[in-house]
């Protein structure tokens, strides 16, 4: 049992299209986020979300737009993709309010633009 | 200012020698935990092990064990009798303030560490 899905995989796709990455957690976490990790594979946070609330917004372009429609899942929307937009991105969950709070994080999504 | 600083681009170790993977971190709040996750050439994102910073003993997991040296601000991960599937990048990563939520981590630039047969 996967405990943090993202689909898909990889996503290779034009300049100025709009794409979307889903992730999903069975972990029963109130938690989730996501992160991007670019070529040099430093990682960095974009969003959060705590039940279904936006907490973390981590000066990211407009054109990424998360939502988070119950707790379990959280999507990435983008819009107009640049080239700049090409990374791998990772979705992870975690349940707040047990002093670690320990994310657990997908297999990550490797977007492409081109 | 880096919050995290990982000083080993890569490590090259023999196989079944233990390995320590340096890691620095940076933060005025007393209240932090500190994180270590593997990333194999697969590419996910593998949780290892977790410090909080009021924690008294050093975090052991299996063959992994943190070196916590609060004074000196450091928390390396200890590998002992490394495998060859421990060939993987290796990330120490810090979450600062209690855990109230969501709150994010900052990550280190990462350790690309190889085990030699």
């Known amino acids: 049992d996967t405990a943090v899905s993202q689909t898909p995989k990889y996503l290779v796709t034009q300049m100025g299209n709009d794409k979307s990455i889903k992730c999903e957690q069975n972990?029963?976490?109130?938690?989730m986020y996501w992160y991007k990790q670019d070529s040099k594979k430093f990682l960095k946070i974009m969003f959060s979300y705590n039940n279904k609330e936006l907490i973390i917004n981590e000066t990211v372009p407009n054109r990424f737009s998360p939502k988070s429609p119950d707790k379990a899942h959280l999507n990435l929307h983008i819009n107009s993709l640049e080239l700049g937009d090409s990374a791998v991105y990772f979705c992870a969950s975690s349940r707040s309010g047990t002093g670690k709070n320990i994310q657990y994080f997908g297999a990550g999504t490797r977007l492409s633009v081109l | 200012a880096q919050k995290i600083t990982q000083t080993q681009p890569g490590m090259f170790v023999q196989e079944k020698e233990a390995v320590t993977l340096d890691c620095t971190y940076d933060?005025?709040?007393?209240?932090?935990?500190l994180f270590w996750y593997k990333q194999p050439s697969s590419g996910e994102m593998i949780f290892l092990i977790y410090?909080?910073?009021?924690?008294?003993q050093n975090a052991t997991e299996g063959r992994y064990s943190l070196n916590f040296q609060k004074a000196r601000k450091s928390a390396n991960l200890v590998i002992s009798a490394s495998q060859l599937g421990d060939s993987a990048m290796y990330f120490c990563?810090?979450?600062?303030?209690?855990?109230?939520?969501?709150?994010?981590?900052?990550f280190g630039q990462g350790t690309r560490l190889t085990i030699n047969p």
């Open positions: 990563a810090m979450r600062e303030g209690r855990d109230r939520g969501a709150q994010k981590l900052v």
């Open positions: 410090q909080g910073s009021y924690d008294q």
């Open positions: 933060t005025s709040d007393p209240s932090y935990g």
């Open positions: 972990l029963g976490h109130d938690t």
